[in-house]
């Protein structure tokens, strides 16, 4: 503040005469209107040029005439081309290259940095503060006005030793490569802050509002992610409590979206005002297809009958389920496309969401048939049929991971008071927008108003791979008036969950946490697979209740001015403090 203070306070300098600064400017404009002009003319001659041989080299082809043969005219269209492509290259060019070669120091970068920090100390905003409130009409406080944004004053990693120093001038010259520090090292929190120091002296760029203290970056070594220089902090809200086949769960969402939780803490609400929600895992299988091919299209089917005859299916299991001790082959399912061959493998993969552990198995059984069928060439573990973080039909209609249905029936009473709609008007969107729009647009899967948004939240905040989102965002909802029209039944399908309780991100700390919420954390000893189902009926029955929420507050019209209310900041994001 008392920076403000004096530089707000700081007198301003009356002007200096303007007589030479005007004639310099006059003299500039002078310059470049002369240097414009044979810029333009060997523009304008390039492209004619260009259009000259194009127009020529049409006709030789149109009337057979050979193409090396060339007239004056086009000898001297050539050399034109080629002079005024080198004076192009050289006007467009050099400053390109000078960029690349003389890159500036670190010290110009600071002192940007600086310019930037003092403009952003006199710039005067509205910053308010909005808590997060349980239903969509809570209301707002009072906004107070603050004159001058805190900076983010956290102190920059500095290298605190002369041999740090050394390894950070050592990467920043390419001797060291950044990937290898952890290792040389021995200390991961020490290489994350060397590689970000050098980074930041490559780049010159400031990292200060990136953590880097506070983090175990030995959790993640050789399995979470490589070279990390930080960690980026996501909010944790809480939905619920679901009430769900007769128990309450409290589910963590990880989102910056405002009025995400706000809005599914109404649907759990609404459902659980209403009896609560019920659901049924239909089929629990991931999948892995790989891409072999045969000389012919007859050697491929061949493979094809091979695989789906009864007869074979238990030996492949036998040969499949070496590759762990939770690993269950369930079935395979081909796809022929020439003489290449689809082979869909499906399995149990206990509490984890089985990726790996369905390619060893996979691997196991294309060395098994490697014997029977040596003229096999396998070009993919994985071909695309499985399929994997893509959206896909295949998936829709066979299932990947757990396949689920939710369902609940919310009284009518609960439809006007809570959610502030009607049991007609949510029946008449529902078709109108999730059935009819979704297939106007020819939506794959995306029959639903927003259930991306909820599986997301919930992914990042127990440790699943978001990009599965894609596939496990799969999602139908349907709403139908029931009892007379008083009630409303509302259901959601959904038939790709990927999710899993032990393996990857689930293992760190803040995701584990948010698992333990749940009570899904780690694998279930007494019944192998039940912690990863639990969570996926979870995740749809939150699901259920956003959907349930959003279809409401677009059915009342309230979903501009929710989200003006909740999920709008005048907030300079570049002073946030993280």
Not at 340 to 349: A, H, M
Not at 442 to 462: D, K, P, R
Not at 469 to 475: D, L, P, Q, R, Y
């Amino acid at each position: 503040m008392e920076v403000c203070r004096q530089l707000s306070t700081k007198p301003v300098q009356s002007p200096k005469p303007t007589t030479k600064k005007i004639s310099f400017e006059e003299d500039s404009s002078t310059k470049a209107s002369y240097e414009a002009l044979p810029n333009a003319v060997f523009f304008v001659l390039f492209f004619s040029v260009v259009y000259f041989l194009l127009s020529r080299w049409r006709e030789k082809i149109r009337t057979s005439t050979p193409l090396h043969l060339f007239t004056s005219s086009e000898i001297v269209a050539i050399f034109a081309l080629i002079a005024s492509f080198i004076y192009l290259l050289r006007f467009f060019g050099i400053d390109f290259v000078k960029s690349l070669i003389l890159r500036p120091s670190a010290d110009v970068w600071n002192s940007e940095d600086d310019e930037e920090e003092n403009e952003a100390l006199l710039r005067k905003e509205d910053a308010r503060k909005v808590p997060c409130g349980h239903a969509l009409d809570c209301s707002v406080p009072a906004a107070p006005v603050i004159s001058c944004q805190k900076v983010f004053d956290e102190k920059p990693v500095r290298v605190t030793t002369e041999e740090d120093e050394e390894i950070v001038k050592a990467v920043v010259a390419g001797t060291i490569p950044s990937y290898s520090l952890e290792s040389k090292l021995g200390d991961c929190k020490r290489a994350a802050a060397i590689r970000r120091e050098a980074l930041g002296r490559l780049t010159g760029k400031s990292l200060s509002g990136l953590p880097l203290d506070g983090f175990d970056y030995e959790s993640i070594l050789g399995q979470c992610c490589e070279m990390p220089i930080g960690y980026v902090q996501i909010p944790v809200g809480i939905a619920g409590p679901l009430l769900l086949n007769g128990r309450e769960y409290s589910v963590p969402m990880a989102t910056t979206e405002g009025c995400l939780i706000a809005s599914t803490n109404r649907g759990c609400k609404a459902i659980s005002l209403s009896g609560g929600a019920s659901s049924v895992l239909l089929k629990d299988g991931m999948t892995r297809a790989p891409v072999v091919r045969f000389g012919t299209a007859k050697r491929a089917a061949d493979l094809k009958l091979y695989l789906e005859d009864s007869l074979n299916s238990e030996t492949l299991a036998v040969v499949f389920n070496r590759s762990s001790g939770f690993a269950r082959l369930q079935g395979i399912k081909c796809a022929i496309a020439g003489k290449n061959l689809y082979l869909r493998f499906t399995c149990s993969t206990g509490d984890a969401m089985g990726m790996n552990m369905v390619s060893k198995g996979v691997q196991n059984v294309l060395d098994f048939l490697q014997t029977d069928f040596p003229d096999m060439d396998v070009i993919g573990i994985s071909g695309n049929f499985c399929s994997d973080k893509k959206p896909a039909a295949v998936n829709w209609i066979e299932g990947r991971g757990k396949s689920v249905v939710c369902e609940a029936i919310v009284k009518g009473d609960v439809v006007r008071k809570v959610l502030k709609t009607s049991v007609e008007s949510l029946v008449e969107l529902n078709m109108l927008k999730n059935l009819t729009g979704s297939a106007m647009a020819g939506a794959l899967g995306g029959f639903n108003a927003h259930a991306s948004n909820i599986v997301t939240a919930i992914y990042i905040a127990t440790g699943q791979d978001p990009a599965q989102n894609v596939e496990s965002s799969h999602c139908i909802t349907m709403m139908e008036a029931v009892n007379d029209g008083n009630d409303l039944h509302v259901s959601v399908t959904m038939p790709s969950i990927e999710v899993g309780t032990v393996g990857g991100g689930t293992q760190l700390a803040s995701q584990s946490a948010c698992l333990n919420l749940l009570g899904v954390k780690g694998a279930n000893r007494e019944s192998p697979g039940a912690n990863s189902r639990l969570l996926a009926t979870i995740v749809a029955g939150a699901v259920l209740a956003g959907e349930l929420s959003l279809m409401s507050a677009l059915a009342a019209g309230q979903l501009v001015k929710s989200h003006m209310k909740y999920n709008r900041s005048s907030k300079d994001a570049s002073n946030t403090v993280s």
